[in-house]
């Protein structure tokens, strides 16, 4: 290959206009001030194909992948040289980020994250020739000259003086803050954020006893006064001097610097201090059209968007100030659902093909008055997903000096804005992680953030999609945080709703019937006299449909609308992974009112010509609303997310409970009831399980385990007394029939699907009454799953009610 040979155009389609030129020698536009020169430079993402070195002066290593065409490039621009765009984690540690968003977040596409590299270049390099040279080599996805924008305020002296933070008042005027304070965790008590952008007074006198500390960069002295408005506004002290944030009694808060950085190095460094469910706000503009004057979100920018796309997914909430115009409109903001890149792509359109959600929530700026108006140089579109406050913001201040005592009333734009947002989603994640137990994740969050339900809508008059202000009484008094509804499917009998250690696939919830009932509430309901019982369900019949029932109850605090109940089958197992299921159906409730009381969906067929066969399946049983969606098989493929859901959440169970004839079937009355069921291993990698079987039969009952001689073999069974059958490769392991017996453990390969039987032996005598035997399947120590069997008198089949 030459030098520059294989480019992706040719000099004739290069664009003949002329345009201003970015050097480091200038301050174009008057947009920069000179120190801030050294935070403009290129970022280079090398394709996936090119395995270069994450190392400085990685165009060493360039000559086997472009031959001479960076030896070319450096005589043109002199002092160039490589360098890793991300060292805020090492790479391994970065990796394991990668990893772990990806097992957390199914949608998540990982970026080239080692693919990303800084062009450090002298002051006087033309940035934007160096770009495009870069732009048209094979090996180069994208180049691009990054170039943060001024710090995104509006000019104050024209602001006049408003009411006292009144954004913290209720709706239609500000977020409701106060009545959030009413409520345990509405304070932010428990709840941590980092804010990123360039400068902050972190000891001035009503935030000083925050604590927080610069974890990432250097403070920019010009940038003091807007980083340290920023956090007078979500979490200033309440105490007798200044104002109160928010968020006043959050658990931690943090900053981050791009200044002396980058911004998606800062981003990382941000995320390796935060958890699922912290906030993570970006104060910060690029230049979306340089030439233009047009500023906008960071995303634009790929290396921005994969770290922000990594936050979300590692579930970080992140909220994103949207980019300020001019305070009179012109040039005219940005136009999110118009706006191209420089290839041609509208990728803030989310009604184009060519739309990428970082999951970020953006946020525009609107009047501080009610009916609110968006503000002229505020961005608007589809993608913004809520406004606040833009102006008259009362808040803390600072100077270049670092001034510990000042304050003003007219902090605003975007800038002003994404604060106000980013408290109100603080006080919704100490709301939910005081009333639920757990926090939303970054998709949860947006979508309770912007659903109109939520806020306060703009101006009728307001032609522009700003999205809504959020309003945290509608959210607290809504159907969002479990101060509303909380339906569930019970486990087991005793289930209640809350996370327990005991059995997850005893379901008295799913029920099924070869006929339909008249009236399913009225048989099966609240009242009816089987509320808690686990022995309403019959086999599956062959040769007709089969019906399906699903009860849920709801312990929330409002009705909830519109449930929707789906069931699956799976073959009977111990262990009921997703790879096992297959849809019956699903069937929505119009109404499970609140109280707990227990609400019976109406009939969910099984059609004849999908039922196997005769005899017993498992049952999984999903449901969810609107607000608090249902899972789907796609989110248990990781083993460990399947432990965890399957014990912390209560929309999902299990029906694994079999009645079954406790007299034999043939012509033998003395012959032991044989059932079949299945083994299995995790869906994702071989790990080493453990069976245990319990029994509570009556006297001179008898119970045997069949099993495959390999696992006799493997669990050193051959000393003990076992009835081998060679035929069928199995042999017969006496239990008790009065108590439990461990096996284990066993390596089960990562699908396997091992077939056992469970032979057991009731007296005639006995068999008037009903017993149960159980085989669970454990985890390091912990139940993964369980099949149960109730050995009865046989039963006539239901009639209609």
């Not at 309770?448 to 306060?456: F, I, M, S, V, Y």
């Not at 059995?503 to 509430?521: E, Y």
């Not at 312990?555 to 699956?568: E, L, M, Q």
């Amino acid at each position: 290959m030459t030098s520059e040979s294989k480019s992706k155009t040719s000099k004739s389609q290069k664009n003949k206009k002329k345009k201003k030129k970015n050097r480091g020698d200038g301050d174009p536009g008057g947009a920069f001030k000179s120190k801030d020169l050294h935070e403009t430079h290129v970022i280079v993402r090398f394709q996936k194909f090119v395995p270069l070195p994450y190392e400085e002066k990685a165009e060493k290593h360039l000559k086997e992948f472009a031959g001479d065409a960076w030896k070319s490039l450096s005589k043109d621009f002199p002092g160039i040289s490589l360098s890793p765009l991300f060292t805020a984690a090492s790479a391994d540690k970065l990796q394991g980020l990668i990893d772990r968003a990806s097992e957390v977040d199914r949608t998540y596409s990982p970026g080239h994250f080692f693919g990303y590299f800084r062009v450090r270049a002298p002051i006087m390099t033309d940035l934007e020739a160096l770009a495009k040279r870069l732009s048209t080599w094979e090996i180069v996805d994208t180049a691009y000259v990054d170039r943060p924008g001024p710090d995104p305020v509006v000019n104050a002296a024209d602001d006049p003086r408003s009411p006292n933070q009144g954004y913290l008042d209720p709706a239609p005027d500000g977020i409701d803050a106060e009545y959030a304070w009413g409520f345990t965790g509405g304070d932010g008590a428990g709840q941590r954020f980092i804010d990123l952008e360039r400068g902050w007074t972190l000891n001035h006198e009503d935030l000083n006893a925050q604590g927080a500390s610069l974890l990432h960069g250097t403070i920019r002295d010009n940038s003091r006064s807007h980083g340290t408005s920023v956090l007078g506004q979500i979490c200033a002290v309440d105490n007798t001097i200044g104002c109160v944030g928010i968020a006043p009694n959050i658990d931690s808060v943090d900053v981050v610097s791009y200044f002396g950085s980058t911004r998606p190095d800062a981003i990382l460094a941000a995320i390796t201090n935060l958890s699922f469910g912290d906030v993570l706000l970006i104060e910060a503009q690029v230049w979306a059209d340089f030439a233009a004057l047009l500023l906008g979100p960071i995303e634009i920018n790929d290396a921005d968007f994969d770290a922000l796309r990594l936050a979300t997914a590692l579930g970080v909430i992140v909220v994103e100030a949207g980019g300020n115009g001019t305070d009179n409109g012109d040039p005219p903001p940005m136009a999110m659902d118009t706006w191209t890149n420089a290839a041609g792509l509208q990728i803030l359109n989310p009604a184009s093909a060519d739309f990428r959600d970082s999951g970020a929530i953006i946020v525009s700026a609107a009047t501080s008055t009610s009916p609110h108006t968006r503000l002229d140089y505020a961005p608007h579109g589809a993608r913004i997903d809520c406004y606040a406050w833009g102006q008259n913001i009362d808040t803390c201040s600072s100077s270049a000096a670092g001034s510990t005592t000042s304050y003003t009333t007219g902090f605003g734009g975007t800038s002003g804005a994404s604060p106000i947002v980013t408290g109100a989603a603080l006080l919704v994640q100490g709301l939910a992680e005081a009333s639920l137990g757990y926090r939303f994740s970054p998709k949860q969050m947006r979508a309770l953030l912007r659903d109109p339900a939520n806020g306060t809508p703009p101006a009728a008059t307001e032609t522009t999609q700003i999205g809504v202000m959020p309003d945290l009484r509608a959210i607290i008094d809504g159907n969002d945080i479990n101060l509303a509804h909380d339906v569930y499917i019970r486990d087991n009998v005793g289930d209640t709703g809350d996370p327990h250690s005991g059995s997850i696939s005893a379901s008295p919830d799913i029920i099924l019937l070869p006929s339909p009932v008249i009236d399913p509430q009225a048989s099966f309901g609240q009242g009816s006299g089987t509320e808690n019982s686990n022995t309403l369900g019959f086999e599956a019949v062959a040769g007709q449909d089969n019906h399906l029932y699903a009860r849920l109850r709801n312990r929330g605090g409002s009705n909830a609308a519109n449930v929707d109940a789906t069931i699956f089958w799976s073959p009977v197992s111990t262990l009921v992974t997703p790879d096992l299921w297959t849809l019956v159906g699903s069937t929505t409730l119009p109404n499970v009112p609140m109280g707990d009381q227990l609400t019976v969906s109406d009939a969910i067929t099984w059609p004849q010509a999908e039922i196997p066969g005769p005899g017993h399946y498992c049952f999984v049983g999903l449901v969810g609303t609107a607000q608090d969606p249902a899972p789907g098989p796609a989110d248990f493929l990781d083993f460990d997310n399947f432990r965890t859901f399957i014990r912390e959440n209560n929309n999902v169970t299990w029906r694994n409970f079999n009645v079954v004839p406790s007299a034999p079937p043939g012509p033998d009355p003395e012959a032991p009831v044989v059932v079949e069921f299945l083994a299995p291993g995790a869906p994702d990698k071989g790990r080493k399980m453990s069976l245990e079987i319990c029994a509570r039969l009556p006297k001179d009952a008898r119970a045997w385990l069949e099993m495959p001689l390999y696992f006799i073999d493997a669990l050193d069974l051959a000393s003990v007394s076992v009835d081998v059958k060679k035929r069928e490769e199995t042999a017969l392991v006496p239990v008790s029939p009065h108590g439990c017996r461990w096996f284990g453990d066993l390596l089960f390969p990562a699908k396997s699907r091992a077939k056992l039987k469970l032979h057991v032996h009731i007296p005639k005598a006995h068999r008037e009454n009903a017993y149960e035997v159980y085989v669970r399947q454990l985890y390091r120590k912990q139940e993964v799953g369980r099949v149960t069997w109730c050995f009865a008198p046989k039963r006539k089949g239901p009639k209609d009610r």
